[in-house]
């Protein structure tokens, strides 16, 4: 039976920051509407957590069963190490996106949006799906896409939707930065495991595009947020800002363009994680203040 420390490590701390950045920068965005209700803001902070939870234990289940977690590099995976059965982790990835459903039907009817639990569907059924079913989507190299629209554009402008009853620019902007933050860390993380994912025939957007074409790509994903501060800031000047979170980008960009492999990607992981944070902090501060 695994331990709570074993199922801390389990839920994947260090993708936290792929759910609480996108709801700070959409918070920021809808103060700058005049639109702020904490409440509803606390809500899609629980939903996005729950959600990011729920396909991570979802990830453990499918990919434990299969048996592709056998052989990783990276964290514990609970089935895949044997440390839980495959039935606990998933009554815990079902129970995580459950809440999540509720939660995310809460802010619907709070906010009045009916037509967005079309989208709540869509980032639930994504959430199962990446990994799970007969054909998933991740297996064939979607997951980058599957996180740059659910956790970047799903995830940033729904927080200023439910909020503001619209978007902005600097809202649209804000959240492809996110996306690509949030699609940087899974371009890590899959660029780690390249060699064991084409071993277990798991075709990953990393192991069709190859280590020299996924490094070119974290790369990008790393430059197109700063791209887009320096874009907003004719409007807004005070986000550039922002720019200090580059410091932080430092570290990991050295790793991936010096060849880093295996254990030495994992703190990428984090590390993404964190520039991702800094820049949505930083990002909402100052547009709230605008």
Known sequence: MATVTEWIEGARPR????????????????????????WRSLLALLVA???????????????????????????????????APPKSVLAAALGCLGVAGVLGLLL????????????????VLGAWFYTGGRKPYGYVGFGELAVFVFFGLAAVLGTVYVQAGTISLPALGAAVAVGCFS???????????????????????AVRLGDAGTRRLYL???A??????????PAHPAVLTALISAI???????????????????????????????????????????
Do not use: H
């Open 248 to 290: 932080l980008v430092i570290r990991p960009v050295r790793v991936v363009t010096s060849g880093g492999t295996g254990p030495r990607l994992i703190p990428v992981l984090r590390d993404t994680g964190l520039v991702m944070l800094a820049w949505s902090v930083l990002t909402a501060i100052t547009l709230a203040l605008s």
């Open 183 to 205: 699609t940087g860390v899974l371009t890590a993380n899959n660029l780690r495991d390249i060699p064991t994912d084409r071993q277990v025939g798991k075709n990953t957007l």
């Open 15 to 38: 993708t936290l920051p792929n759910a609480v950045a996108p709801v700070l920068a959409g918070v920021g965005a809808a103060i700058q509407l005049g639109a702020f209700s904490w």
């Open 220 to 222: 990008a994903l790393m």
């Open 108 to 123: 619907v009817i709070a906010s009045g949006r009916w037509w967005l639990l079309a989208m709540g569907a869509a980032c």
């Open 49 to 83: 957590l729950s959600l990011i939870v729920g396909v991570n234990f979802a990830n453990d289940y499918s990919d434990g069963i299969r048996g592709t977690d056998e052989n990783r590099v990276g964290p514990l995976r609970l089935v895949g190490s044997g440390a």
């Open 224 to 233: 197109v947020p700063y791209v887009i501060t320096i874009l907003l800031a």
